[in-house]
């Protein structure tokens, strides 16, 4: 038994001694410690303008434009076909109708200018071709009033097309 009192005493000493200090123990923590890599927090970059983005989508649609065309060519139509012997009331009654059918087509509001400059301009082609027939009887500055309202109203039409266009509303017509 004094034997493996012994061994044991021996081998409790062994193990002991084989254990590092406290100081060795301690100054190899400080250096893992160092070694390891830090967290830095990295500052979030603070907004230089308050304006928020928005998009470049246009709000307005070609709704009811190609409704539009159809009657814009329904008008021409019924000019090029007015011929001698038509009534007067009943050619000038076409046009009108035919303008207002315009005016009721349902569009964005954002198109509406639009419109009003086409209306308008038809509204300038029938007052036109109603001084027509008086031509034989109207003064020069009376047939110079009917050249203002023909090209007024291509002015108008031209200029309807292009506020569409800059909508991204195609116009086809003239």
């Given amino acids: 038994m004094r034997i493996l009192s012994t061994l044991i005493f021996i081998a409790v000493l062994f193990v002991s001694g084989c254990q590092p200090s406290e100081?060795?123990?301690?100054?190899?923590?400080?250096?893992?410690?160092?070694?390891?890599?830090?967290?830095?927090?990295?500052?979030?970059?603070?907004?230089?303008?308050?304006?928020?983005?928005?998009?470049?989508?246009?709000p307005c649609s070609d709704r009811g434009w190609s409704d539009i065309t159809i009657y814009l060519h329904l008008f021409d139509k019924q000019l090029d076909e007015m011929e001698v012997g038509t009534i007067i009331s009943t050619f000038f009654e076409g046009l009108n109708n035919t303008k207002n059918k315009i005016n009721d087509v349902s569009i964005d509001a954002c198109t509406e200018h639009a419109r009003q400059l086409i209306i308008s301009s038809l509204g300038n082609q029938i007052y036109a071709f109603q001084l027509v027939p008086m031509i034989g009887m109207m003064s020069s500055s009376d047939r110079e009033k009917i050249a203002t309202l023909l090209i007024e109203s291509v002015t108008m039409i031209n200029n309807a097309k292009e506020e569409l266009e800059s909508l991204g509303i195609h116009l086809d017509y003239r």
């Fill in 23 to 58: 100081a060795v123990v301690q100054t190899a923590m400080a250096q893992t410690q160092a070694a390891l890599p830090t967290a830095t927090a990295t500052p979030t970059p603070v907004p230089t303008s308050t304006t928020i983005p928005t998009p470049t989508v246009n």
